[in-house]
């Protein structure tokens, strides 16, 4: 859609990692290195996130701290995000069947909601099981353009507007 946007967006990292990814900028009162100070893994961090939005990158090659899940069942399903591939989205119902707990799919959406660092665990390739884009954590109008950015024909920027990608896996 046109005038859509995802950006700007924070990142935060530990000595272990990725550990938040939040949108909006840093705030004001909140100061920041310059460039050339910044620790190696924000720097990886900050090149791959422009190399993305550049649609020169489809995968992320960065360790995610994830010392602030609070449980084992988020780990599981962000570990199971991970394998969503560019392009592609998947519904809450698919990824609670794809981790063995097929009537937990209120659940797996309370995790994605609860996503730390999205776009590098990439909950916006999450969608209801009818096709309608649901919510999203930085704002229905950055998923709208994460998942336009992807290829993903997304029909308006409200929770009820649909998705139209290529397949939607259907348990029949």
């Known amino acids: 859609m046109p005038g859509t946007r995802a950006g700007p967006v924070t990142i935060w990292t530990s000595s272990s990692g990725v550990r938040r990814l939040e949108f909006g900028a840093l705030p004001r009162e909140r100061n920041t290195d310059p460039p050339e100070e910044w620790p190696d893994g924000l720097r990886r961090a900050v090149e791959q996130l422009q190399e993305y939005f550049r649609k020169e990158r489809t995968t992320f090659d960065l360790e995610l701290d994830f010392s602030g899940v609070t449980s084992d069942f988020q780990r599981e399903v962000y ?94």
């Open 79 to 172: 570990d199971r995000l991970l394998l969503v591939e560019y392009g592609h989205v998947t519904s809450y119902g698919q990824l609670a069947s794809e981790i063995g707990k097929p009537d937990q799919a209120r659940a797996v959406g309370q995790a994605v909601g609860a996503n730390p660092i999205p776009i590098l665990i990439p909950c916006h390739r999450v969608i209801a099981s009818d096709g309608r884009l649901t919510g999203f954590s930085g704002g229905l109008e950055a998923k709208v353009a994460l998942l336009t950015l992807e290829g993903i024909d997304v029909g308006g920027t409200s929770a009820t507007s649909r998705v139209y990608p290529e397949v939607i896996p259907l348990d029949l």
